[in-house]
């Protein structure tokens, strides 16, 4: 188990489109739960300070609030830069609300690695972990309208750790949430539906450095 993280805000993304999976994704239920309920208790673990960000039009039926990311668009980036503005730490991990096999550990693996920010890969920048140090790029380019977290990575001091890839597996659609679905019911006597968190944990030895860099691709 990886040791607690001192002065961690958990940000949870649930204001996204939902369009793939044709209903808001926060609400829909896996193992008995919503996966909006799976992120938050997750983040309850992991950080001492929680916040969902989304968007108070979308009137989810969440048992927290949710802040307004504030922002006329829909995409990660937004959520990001309301998370950071509104923590009372300086460091966050974010989580989007459609990755529920996403551990503790993990999320406080890249916590321990940031720099301006560290995530699983420069194509992948979420879930991660970001700095206030990264707001002044993230702020720019959200008002610019370019609205690619990976893109802004390119210009921030970012840390690559490996995450197992099993726990990134995301749900955009009906049938792969059922697909995580069914492996919980088969495994476990009688159609149990709890899981375990006993996957295999980032450590410090597998993480790269990725300087800023202005060359795209």
Same mark, same amino acid.
């Given at each position: 188990?990886?040791?607690?993280?001192?002065?961690?805000?958990?940000?949870?993304?649930?204001?996204?489109?939902?369009? @793939?999976?044709?209903r808001p994704k926060p609400v829909a239920q896996l193992?008995?739960? =919503?996966?909006?309920? %799976?992120?938050?208790?997750?983040?309850?673990? *992991?950080?001492?300070?929680?916040? *969902?960000?989304?968007?108070?039009?979308?009137?989810?039926?969440?048992?927290?609030?949710? !802040?307004?990311?504030?922002?006329?668009?829909?995409?990660?980036?937004?959520?990001?830069?309301?998370?950071? &503005?509104?923590?009372?730490?300086?460091?966050?991990?974010?989580?989007?609300?459609?990755?529920?096999?996403? =551990?503790?550990?993990?999320?406080?693996?890249?916590?321990?690695?940031?720099?301006?920010?560290?995530?699983?890969?420069?194509?992948?920048?979420?879930?991660?972990?970001? &700095?206030?140090? #990264?707001?002044?790029?993230?702020?720019?380019? !959200?008002?610019?309208?370019?609205?690619?977290?990976?893109?802004?990575?390119?210009?921030?001091?970012?840390?690559?750790? @490996?995450?197992?890839?099993?726990?990134?597996?995301?749900?955009?659609?009906?049938?792969?949430?059922?697909?995580?679905? @069914?492996? #919980? %019911?088969?495994?476990?006597?009688?159609?149990? =539906?709890?899981?375990? @968190?006993?996957?295999?944990?980032?450590?410090?030895? =597998?993480?790269?450095?990725?300087?800023?860099?202005?060359?795209?691709?």
């Open positions: 188990m990886a040791p607690p993280v001192a002065g961690l805000t958990g940000v949870l993304l649930v204001g996204g489109a939902s369009a @793939r999976f044709g193992w008995g739960r =919503t996966l909006a309920e %799976i992120g938050w208790d997750l983040l309850g673990e *992991a950080c001492d300070e929680r916040i *969902a960000v989304g968007k108070e039009k979308d009137r989810l039926d969440l048992p927290f609030p949710v !802040l307004d990311d504030g922002s006329k668009v829909r995409a990660p980036l937004a959520g990001v830069v309301a998370g950071l &503005r509104a923590a009372k730490h300086d460091l966050c991990v974010v989580l989007p609300v459609d990755c529920p096999l996403v =551990t503790a550990d993990a999320l406080r693996a890249l916590a321990r690695d940031c720099a301006d920010a560290a995530v699983p890969s420069l194509d992948a920048p979420l879930p991660g972990a970001y &700095r206030r140090s #990264a707001l002044p790029v993230l702020e720019r380019r !959200l008002a610019a309208r370019e609205l690619a977290l990976r893109d802004a990575l390119r210009e921030l001091d970012v840390r690559e750790l @490996r995450v197992d890839p099993a726990l990134l597996v995301n749900v955009n659609t009906p049938a792969e949430l059922e697909a995580l679905q @069914r492996p #919980a %019911i088969d495994a476990r006597p009688g159609g149990e =539906t709890n899981r375990s @968190r006993s996957a295999p944990v980032p450590t410090s030895e =597998t993480s790269t450095s990725s300087s800023p860099s202005t060359n795209s691709t």
